[in-house]
């Protein structure tokens, strides 16, 4: 039977089935957009009734107040380069690893698999107490690498490569090595090109993760200067919520949320790449 979406392409879909789409998609939509719109209004406009936001006018003041926060800025760009250095090492590290589970072979592979995926079952509040014990006695806190390091810990990230990368044939290594490639030359020059999509696809995951991540940057970040925005904005909300208004926290949620919708635009193509070689598999 023919899926939804290969009734879209081939333009077979029904009215009922569009008007049931377009219905989901509203549905989907309706929490941003509304939003958007108490993001651009007047928080004296909001104190009456919330109602007041489907109705102009509309303002910028929201967003102008967010800069006029001093250190809005540097929280942004601690967020950017905790995430992006997460990003990078956690596709670095999955990469190697997931080629060594999937392509390679040594003693006690299996077992070593299976500790990594019993990573998957414990969650980070378990370790919370050593890890921040670990981390102060490195006097890593308020510093970046104090940041990114836990983050880089990636059990899913491990399997999801392993996983991809057991579906690519093994006759290409082979042939490689005919040739005289090195594992290295192999895994650089032959999988590492082949396994883009699952590689944006992680690197889209692992980036909304670090950038969304609260809770250990409260707790290791306790200079205002090394927030990430997460932590930032929520501080600014305790201190300011009663004061600045609805319009205001909107504003702060919309800003936060920009960086991911960038990002899941750009990757956008090579994470359906890759879920759909996945479901293959």
Not at 202 to 207: D, G, M, P, R, S
Request: proline share 5%; no cysteine.
């Amino acid at each position: 039977m023919p899926t939804v979406a290969a009734n879209i392409r081939r333009g077979r879909l029904t009215p009922l089935g569009w008007g049931g789409l377009i219905f989901g998609a509203l549905i989907m939509v309706a929490p941003l957009l509304w939003t958007l719109l108490l993001s651009l209004k007047n928080n004296s406009e909001l104190v009456g009734h919330s109602g007041a936001a489907l109705h102009g006018p509309y303002t910028f003041e929201n967003y102008v107040a967010i800069f006029g926060n001093s250190l809005t800025t540097r929280w942004l760009l601690n967020s950017a380069i905790v995430a992006l250095g997460q990003t990078a090492g956690v596709l670095i590290l999955a990469s190697l690893a997931g080629y060594a589970f999937a392509r390679l072979e040594f003693p006690f592979r299996r077992t070593l698999f299976v500790i990594v995926l019993l990573g998957l079952a414990v969650p980070s509040q378990a370790v919370i107490l050593p890890q921040h014990e670990l981390f102060a006695w490195l006097h890593l806190h308020n510093s970046y690498p104090g940041l990114i390091l836990p983050g880089l810990v990636a059990p899913f990230g491990v399997f999801f490569m392993t996983t991809y990368m057991r579906g690519i044939p093994r006759e290409l290594d082979e042939a490689a090595m005919l040739d005289g490639a090195s594992r290295w030359t192999i895994f650089w020059k032959v999988i590492v090109p082949l396994t883009i999509p699952a590689q944006s696809t992680l690197a889209v995951f692992t980036f909304l993760g670090a950038w969304n991540d609260y809770w250990w940057p409260l707790i290791s970040a306790t200079r205002s200067d090394m927030y990430t925005l997460t932590v930032g904005l929520a501080a600014a909300q305790m201190n300011y919520a009663q004061t600045s208004g609805l319009g205001y926290l909107m504003a702060q949620a919309v800003f936060a949320s920009i960086p991911i919708f960038i990002v899941y635009i750009v990757f956008q193509k090579q994470i359906v790449r890759a879920m759909a070689g996945a479901a293959l598999q």
